[in-house]
């Protein structure tokens, strides 16, 4: 069984869409198996957007990340990375088709309500990046 990391924007809380969310992870058979309400560091930000950290609009993504609490979810499934991703759409939410959950929820680029691991070893590394071992139950 696959694990994903998911974490639920601040457009997500804000605009209250975290139920709707999760049920269509629980509707397409997940299991959730870490949840928890946090706000982001610096730090951890840093680490989980060092793949463009570097860039002039960096700044604009921690400060829309550590805006308000978000909620991070480890999920586990049959394929639940490439489902999810699914499930999600197009990052661009201006691009996602009314059934994803970006096309429905989103409103643009950043503001796309969900970030899922692209593979099953980001989805291990992104984990244990956000829960402790003990917040892991599977």
Sequence with gaps: MQKTLIICKPDCLEQKHVGNVVDRFEKA??????????RLTSAQLREHYAHVA???????IEAFMSSRPVI????????????????????DSRKAPKGTIRGDFGTEMMKNVVHASDSEENGLIEIARFFRADEIYA
């Design 29 to 38: 058979g997940f299991e959730i198996i870490g949840c928890k309400m946090t």
């Design 54 to 60: 570097s860039k002039p609009f960096y700044p604009e």
């Design 72 to 91: 991070v979810l480890a999920l586990r499934g049959e394929n639940v990375v490439a489902v999810v991703r699914d499930l999600l759409g197009p990052t």
